[in-house]
T-cell receptor
Framework: DGGITQSPKYLFRKEGQNVTLSCEQN?????MYWYRQDPGQGLRLIYY???????QKGDIAEGYSVSREKKESFPLTVTSAQKNPTAFYLC????????????FGPGTRLTVL | GDSVTQMEGPVTLSEEAFLTINCTYT??????LFWYVQYPGEGLQLLLK?????DKGSNKGFEATYRKETTSFHLEKGSVQVSDSAVYFC????????????FGPGTSLSVIP
Protein backbone atom coordinates (compact mmCIF):
# COMPACT_ATOMS: atom_id res chain seq x y z
CA ASP A 1 0.00 0.00 0.00
CA GLY A 2 1.21 3.48 -0.83
CA GLY A 3 1.51 5.98 1.95
CA ILE A 4 3.65 8.05 4.26
CA THR A 5 5.43 6.62 7.24
CA GLN A 6 6.83 8.54 10.15
CA SER A 7 8.96 7.02 12.82
CA PRO A 8 9.02 6.71 15.68
CA LYS A 9 5.48 7.39 16.91
CA TYR A 10 6.78 8.71 20.24
CA LEU A 11 10.21 10.20 20.84
CA PHE A 12 11.82 11.39 24.04
CA ARG A 13 14.99 13.42 24.21
CA LYS A 14 16.93 15.36 26.77
CA GLU A 15 17.12 19.10 26.51
CA GLY A 16 20.06 20.26 24.41
CA GLN A 17 20.16 17.18 22.17
CA ASN A 18 19.50 17.27 18.46
CA VAL A 19 16.93 14.75 17.24
CA THR A 20 15.98 13.64 13.73
CA LEU A 21 12.44 12.68 12.75
CA SER A 22 11.98 10.34 9.83
CA CYS A 23 9.48 10.77 6.99
CA GLU A 24 9.29 8.36 4.05
CA GLN A 25 6.74 8.18 1.23
CA ASN A 26 6.21 5.65 -1.55
CA UNK A 27 3.57 7.66 -3.41
CA UNK A 28 6.06 9.00 -5.95
CA UNK A 29 5.16 12.51 -4.80
CA UNK A 30 7.50 15.34 -5.63
CA UNK A 31 6.69 17.75 -2.81
CA MET A 32 7.02 17.08 0.91
CA TYR A 33 6.18 19.18 3.95
CA TRP A 34 6.80 19.33 7.69
CA TYR A 35 4.27 20.82 10.09
CA ARG A 36 4.27 21.39 13.80
CA GLN A 37 1.10 21.09 15.86
CA ASP A 38 0.80 22.17 19.49
CA PRO A 39 -2.09 21.09 21.76
CA GLY A 40 -5.33 22.70 20.66
CA GLN A 41 -3.53 24.50 17.85
CA GLY A 42 -3.61 24.36 14.09
CA LEU A 43 -0.75 23.42 11.79
CA ARG A 44 2.32 25.56 11.35
CA LEU A 45 4.59 24.99 8.35
CA ILE A 46 8.25 24.38 9.22
CA TYR A 47 9.91 23.48 5.90
CA TYR A 48 8.86 22.19 2.52
CA UNK A 49 10.57 20.74 -0.52
CA UNK A 50 9.29 20.62 -4.08
CA UNK A 51 12.17 18.65 -5.62
CA UNK A 52 15.22 16.70 -4.54
CA UNK A 53 18.08 18.80 -3.18
CA UNK A 54 15.90 21.88 -2.79
CA UNK A 55 13.78 23.10 0.12
CA GLN A 56 12.24 26.31 1.44
CA LYS A 57 11.61 27.70 4.90
CA GLY A 58 8.08 27.83 6.15
CA ASP A 59 6.65 30.06 8.84
CA ILE A 60 8.60 28.66 11.80
CA ALA A 61 11.91 27.32 10.43
CA GLU A 62 14.15 28.64 13.20
CA GLY A 63 15.72 25.83 15.21
CA TYR A 64 14.96 23.19 12.56
CA SER A 65 16.85 21.79 9.59
CA VAL A 66 15.95 19.41 6.75
CA SER A 67 17.51 17.56 3.85
CA ARG A 68 16.07 16.12 0.67
CA GLU A 69 18.65 13.77 -0.81
CA LYS A 70 16.06 11.30 -2.10
CA LYS A 71 12.59 11.83 -3.49
CA GLU A 72 11.12 9.40 -0.96
CA SER A 73 12.68 10.86 2.16
CA PHE A 74 12.48 14.22 3.95
CA PRO A 75 13.99 13.98 7.45
CA LEU A 76 13.56 16.81 9.94
CA THR A 77 16.19 17.62 12.56
CA VAL A 78 15.10 19.46 15.66
CA THR A 79 18.19 21.22 16.91
CA SER A 80 19.09 22.43 20.38
CA ALA A 81 18.41 25.96 19.12
CA GLN A 82 14.67 25.26 19.04
CA LYS A 83 13.41 26.86 22.25
CA ASN A 84 10.30 24.78 22.77
CA PRO A 85 10.55 21.58 20.72
CA THR A 86 7.92 19.50 22.51
CA ALA A 87 5.10 19.10 19.97
CA PHE A 88 3.38 16.80 17.50
CA TYR A 89 5.17 16.77 14.13
CA LEU A 90 3.38 15.92 10.91
CA CYS A 91 4.87 15.13 7.53
CA UNK A 92 2.87 15.43 4.30
CA UNK A 93 3.39 15.03 0.57
CA UNK A 94 1.69 15.99 -2.67
CA UNK A 95 2.24 15.75 -6.40
CA UNK A 96 4.11 18.77 -7.66
CA UNK A 97 2.00 19.04 -10.79
CA UNK A 98 -1.14 19.39 -8.77
CA UNK A 99 -0.77 21.30 -5.54
CA UNK A 100 -3.99 19.91 -4.27
CA UNK A 101 -4.54 17.10 -1.89
CA UNK A 102 -1.88 16.61 0.74
CA UNK A 103 -1.35 13.14 2.16
CA PHE A 104 -0.29 13.02 5.80
CA GLY A 105 1.74 10.62 7.86
CA PRO A 106 0.61 9.46 11.31
CA GLY A 107 2.83 11.97 13.11
CA THR A 108 5.61 11.84 15.68
CA ARG A 109 5.08 13.14 19.18
CA LEU A 110 8.34 14.60 20.45
CA THR A 111 8.81 15.23 24.15
CA VAL A 112 11.91 16.99 25.39
CA LEU A 113 12.64 16.32 29.02
CA GLY B 1 -1.94 36.66 1.28
CA ASP B 2 -4.24 33.69 1.26
CA SER B 3 -6.02 32.78 4.48
CA VAL B 4 -8.73 30.54 5.91
CA THR B 5 -11.04 31.36 8.79
CA GLN B 6 -13.11 28.79 10.67
CA MET B 7 -15.64 29.02 13.44
CA GLU B 8 -14.02 28.59 16.81
CA GLY B 9 -14.63 25.52 18.86
CA PRO B 10 -14.98 23.41 20.69
CA VAL B 11 -18.34 22.34 19.36
CA THR B 12 -20.34 19.85 21.42
CA LEU B 13 -23.36 18.13 19.91
CA SER B 14 -25.64 15.30 20.87
CA GLU B 15 -25.70 12.22 18.68
CA GLU B 16 -27.94 12.62 15.61
CA ALA B 17 -27.78 16.42 15.75
CA PHE B 18 -27.15 18.54 12.65
CA LEU B 19 -23.63 19.83 12.20
CA THR B 20 -22.41 22.99 10.52
CA ILE B 21 -18.83 24.22 10.74
CA ASN B 22 -18.36 27.54 8.98
CA CYS B 23 -15.34 28.23 6.80
CA THR B 24 -14.52 31.34 4.78
CA TYR B 25 -11.44 32.05 2.76
CA THR B 26 -9.44 34.85 1.19
CA UNK B 27 -7.51 34.03 -1.96
CA UNK B 28 -6.79 35.32 -5.42
CA UNK B 29 -7.71 33.34 -8.46
CA UNK B 30 -9.56 30.05 -8.20
CA UNK B 31 -8.27 27.98 -5.31
CA UNK B 32 -9.23 24.41 -4.51
CA LEU B 33 -10.92 23.94 -1.15
CA PHE B 34 -10.66 21.05 1.30
CA TRP B 35 -11.88 19.70 4.58
CA TYR B 36 -9.48 17.51 6.53
CA VAL B 37 -10.26 15.54 9.67
CA GLN B 38 -7.87 14.62 12.47
CA TYR B 39 -8.74 11.93 15.00
CA PRO B 40 -6.95 12.01 18.36
CA GLY B 41 -3.27 11.20 18.10
CA GLU B 42 -3.34 10.76 14.33
CA GLY B 43 -2.38 12.63 11.20
CA LEU B 44 -4.86 14.49 9.00
CA GLN B 45 -7.05 12.71 6.47
CA LEU B 46 -8.74 14.33 3.53
CA LEU B 47 -12.49 14.31 4.15
CA LEU B 48 -13.71 16.04 0.99
CA LYS B 49 -12.69 18.58 -1.61
CA UNK B 50 -14.03 20.90 -4.30
CA UNK B 51 -11.94 22.32 -7.10
CA UNK B 52 -14.21 24.92 -8.68
CA UNK B 53 -17.12 27.20 -7.85
CA UNK B 54 -20.47 25.51 -7.14
CA ASP B 55 -18.83 22.10 -6.78
CA LYS B 56 -20.10 20.03 -3.88
CA GLY B 57 -17.70 17.73 -2.10
CA SER B 58 -19.16 14.85 -0.13
CA ASN B 59 -17.92 11.88 1.86
CA LYS B 60 -19.18 9.78 4.79
CA GLY B 61 -22.34 11.87 5.04
CA PHE B 62 -20.42 15.16 5.17
CA GLU B 63 -20.97 17.80 2.49
CA ALA B 64 -19.55 21.20 1.60
CA THR B 65 -20.29 23.47 -1.36
CA TYR B 66 -17.75 25.84 -2.90
CA ARG B 67 -19.45 29.25 -2.86
CA LYS B 68 -17.31 31.78 -4.68
CA GLU B 69 -19.77 34.64 -4.23
CA THR B 70 -19.55 34.34 -0.45
CA THR B 71 -16.00 32.86 -0.39
CA SER B 72 -17.26 30.06 1.82
CA PHE B 73 -16.99 26.29 2.14
CA HIS B 74 -19.13 25.33 5.12
CA LEU B 75 -19.07 21.73 6.32
CA GLU B 76 -22.40 20.06 7.08
CA LYS B 77 -23.67 16.70 8.22
CA GLY B 78 -27.28 15.84 8.83
CA SER B 79 -26.84 13.43 11.74
CA VAL B 80 -23.57 13.20 13.62
CA GLN B 81 -22.31 10.12 15.42
CA VAL B 82 -19.97 9.70 18.38
CA SER B 83 -17.34 8.44 15.93
CA ASP B 84 -17.35 11.86 14.22
CA SER B 85 -15.64 13.38 17.25
CA ALA B 86 -12.43 14.87 15.87
CA VAL B 87 -10.80 18.12 14.80
CA TYR B 88 -11.86 19.47 11.41
CA PHE B 89 -9.61 21.69 9.30
CA CYS B 90 -10.70 23.79 6.35
CA UNK B 91 -7.94 24.43 3.81
CA UNK B 92 -7.19 25.88 0.40
CA UNK B 93 -4.53 25.57 -2.25
CA UNK B 94 -3.81 27.22 -5.58
CA UNK B 95 -4.12 30.87 -4.67
CA UNK B 96 -1.02 33.00 -4.41
CA UNK B 97 0.53 30.29 -2.23
CA UNK B 98 0.52 27.89 -5.16
CA UNK B 99 3.07 25.50 -3.64
CA UNK B 100 1.51 25.26 -0.17
CA UNK B 101 -1.78 24.39 1.42
CA UNK B 102 -3.21 27.04 3.73
CA PHE B 103 -5.00 25.55 6.73
CA GLY B 104 -7.55 27.09 9.00
CA PRO B 105 -7.04 26.83 12.78
CA GLY B 106 -9.23 23.75 13.15
CA THR B 107 -12.55 23.19 14.92
CA SER B 108 -12.82 20.54 17.60
CA LEU B 109 -16.06 18.55 17.57
CA SER B 110 -17.27 16.36 20.42
CA VAL B 111 -20.38 14.25 19.95
CA ILE B 112 -21.99 12.90 23.10
CA PRO B 113 -24.35 9.91 23.22
Amino acid sequence: DGGITQSPKYLFRKEGQNVTLSCEQNLNHDAMYWYRQDPGQGLRLIYYSQIVNDFQKGDIAEGYSVSREKKESFPLTVTSAQKNPTAFYLCASTRRQNYNEQFFGPGTRLTVL
Amino acid sequence: GDSVTQMEGPVTLSEEAFLTINCTYTATGYPSLFWYVQYPGEGLQLLLKATKADDKGSNKGFEATYRKETTSFHLEKGSVQVSDSAVYFCALSGGTSYDKVIFGPGTSLSVIP
